[in-house]
């Protein structure tokens, strides 16, 4: 998120009240992230789910590597169902005032897909006009809305994190495995989570993420910086579960710049994943060791190709 540069907006940003501190939060034992790590960009976060129970810090049963591996591998199957599933983001990016009112909003709806070919594509179906003036939507705002807040941590990604057992609570109904996840490095042009994950001690599969994505550029005159955020996912095939939910809400400080004055900005996102579908089939039936699965549907074992 950069801070919007219009002259026009220079008398209102000096006809800002003084801010009081936006309000008291709760959050999870341990989560002391990024304000330190990213310095100038502080801010200030959700609080956390009222479904959360007591941490138990007692050691699990099996080791955490051992944990980590197995759920990393469910993750990979995960996202390889995901490739192949339909489903519609709703995204809505808004600016709240000192009254707590929405004063300016960037609202998408989009529908992940596949074209003829079956290669993966966003069609965006409703895109009104974009009325944020304090901030401007940036590529790494499009970037965390498509793949960062529904993040999945596959085998092929755990090597970039520095992953750290936590404990076990309760989410809901759900027992969980906590983890602490940061990279390890970054990379330029390159995203990453910064924050906790919650895993399902049954079905070794992330339910809940809650964090930011990083890095934020907090370089004067070119300020982009992100609000926390958490994603909820639910179980919709009965055998997965797909992200449905992420809300992000913080406070964050811009310095401002050449032009423009610093302003600390009230940032809230929601977004919205539904009508799940899985497109086509990879399912192969085979007769006498032919692939037969293209062959007229209505004819019989007797009318196989011939050979």
Not at 116 to 125: C, D, H, N
């Amino acid at each position: 998120m950069q801070l919007s540069s219009q002259l026009g907006q220079l008398k209102r940003i000096r006809e800002m009240k003084v801010r009081n501190h936006w309000m008291a939060v709760l959050l999870v034992a341990g989560f002391g992230l990024a304000c330190a790590a990213q310095g100038k960009d502080s801010f200030t976060p959700m609080a956390l789910d009222a479904g959360f129970g007591p941490m138990n810090l007692a050691e699990p049963a099996a080791k955490p590597e051992e944990i980590i591996r197995q759920f990393a591998a469910k993750e990979s199957e995960f996202q390889q169902a995901l490739n192949h599933y339909t489903y519609r983001r709703i995204a809505r990016v808004q600016t709240i005032d000192d009254d707590n009112k929405v004063d300016g909003e960037w609202y998408e709806v989009d529908d992940v897909t596949f074209d003829s070919t079956g290669r993966r594509m966003e069609k965006v179906v409703f895109a009104p006009q974009n009325t944020l003036q304090r901030v401007s939507m940036s590529p790494s705002d499009l970037q965390d809305i498509q793949k960062g807040y529904p993040f999945v941590l596959t085998t092929e990604d755990i090597p970039q994190y520095d992953v750290k057992y936590v404990g076990r609570q309760k989410v809901d109904e759900v027992d969980c495995y906590v983890f602490d996840v940061s990279p390890k490095t970054i990379e330029k042009n390159k995203r990453y989570l910064l924050g906790r994950i919650w895993v399902d001690m049954n079905d070794l599969q992330i339910v809940v993420t809650n964090g930011r994505m990083v890095p934020d550029d907090t370089r004067k005159n070119q300020e982009d910086l992100h609000p926390p955020f958490m994603t909820w996912r639910q179980q919709v095939d009965g055998h997965y579960w797909f992200p449905v939910y992420t809300k992000g809400e913080g406070i964050l400080h811009f310095s401002g710049g050449n032009g423009y004055m610093g302003e600390d900005v009230h940032m809230r996102d929601t977004v919205k994943y539904s009508d799940y579908k899985r497109f086509g089939s990879t399912t192969k039936i085979i007769y006498e060791g032919q692939d037969i699965t293209n062959t007229n549907p209505s004819a019989k074992p007797d009318d196989k190709p011939k050979k």
